[in-house]
């Protein structure tokens, strides 16, 4: 995980801890910080009171709450005031919430998936909320067999609305990201490399900009989006898309990091590239009135002293 924010004198502070497999994350309406690991949902909160500091940080992330799942491959989380966090759990093609009765509580599944089996179908990755409701979510096919969407990565794409069932946009090249933002449903074509919204009169998708590699994960911040950017892994999953091609004809390389796009022209207007061991990012998020953020991880003797009492 990177936490990005600024110093005092104007520069960037990047704070990083490691976490295995670190995946989907949400931000509550309580400042609640949900991250989704390999096998576990962590629930951070802020252990600083406002206008608090510590080494020059305003917030200081502790994972106060950690719920097994099992490796059910979550993608995106949302937050709900009266369940906690809902998410998606790719591996078994539905939207998921916490229950204390086992590893996850079945939410909701397409009305083409008839059955809960741990066999990504799918691909059913990330979905778009409105005060907490799921509203759209996106899938890479329609399809109803084990790994099935693979064979539909070019133009099998879906949005689906969650309350009817039935698809609102066709034919995208493996969507990711739906978000809801000033009356407008946004997402990435990650097979194209492109970031646009739905035309939700006629379903078409529009597109704002092209991105350089394959993109996961969007946040909006005014006028702006931050998109998450990431190099393609050199396996089935990534090959044969135009994403390739795209690249190819404009003689650029695929790079890792965030793009800040503007929504009214497309112009990326600042670029944050991440070089070395990381190659991928998966999901990005604002953290309301933070400025510069960091986080306790499991593998220094931090988290033993790190302790809040309530009253």
Not at 151 to 175: F, K, Q
Request: aromatic fraction near 10%; charged fraction near 25%; hydrophobic fraction near 40%.
């Amino acid at each position: 995980m990177f936490f990005v924010g600024l110093k005092p004198d104007g520069a960037l502070s990047i704070f990083e801890r490691t976490f295995p497999r670190s995946m989907g994350m949400g931000v509550g309406r309580d400042g609640a910080l949900w991250m989704s690991s390999l096998f576990q949902m962590w629930r951070f909160r802020n252990f600083l009171d406002p206008g608090q500091v510590k080494d020059g940080f305003d917030a200081v992330y502790v994972p106060v709450t950690g719920h097994t799942t099992g490796d059910i491959d979550i993608h995106d989380i949302h937050t709900d005031e009266l369940d906690g966090p809902v998410f998606v759990a790719t591996r078994f093609n539905c939207l998921a919430s916490l229950t204390d009765e086992g590893s996850f509580k079945v939410r909701w599944k397409p009305p083409f998936i008839d059955r809960i089996a741990a066999e990504d179908r799918c691909h059913l990755n990330w979905f778009a909320a409105e005060d907490g409701v799921p509203k759209y979510v996106t899938c890479v096919a329609k399809t109803n067999v084990l790994d099935g969407w693979r064979e539909h990565r070019r133009e099998g794409g879906m949005v689906l609305d969650i309350e009817s069932g039935e698809a609102v946009a066709t034919g995208l090249s493996m969507p990711h990201s739906p978000r809801l933002h000033n009356g407008k449903l946004w997402l990435i074509q990650s097979g194209t490399g492109e970031f646009g919204h739905i035309d939700m009169k006629t379903g078409k998708f529009e597109a704002a900009c092209f991105l350089q590699g394959f993109a996961r994960g969007v946040t909006f911040l005014g006028d702006h989006a931050i998109v998450g950017v990431s190099r393609p892994r050199q396996e089935r999953t990534f090959e044969g898309l135009e994403l390739s091609e795209r690249s190819e004809k404009e003689g650029v390389s695929p790079v890792c990091g965030l793009a800040v796009v503007n929504l009214s022209t497309g112009d990326i207007k600042h670029r944050l590239t991440i070089e070395g061991v990381v190659e991928e990012l998966h999901d990005v998020i604002a953290i309301p009135g933070v400025i510069r953020p960091m986080a306790l991880g499991f593998k220094s003797d931090e988290i033993r002293f790190a302790v809040r009492p309530v009253e």
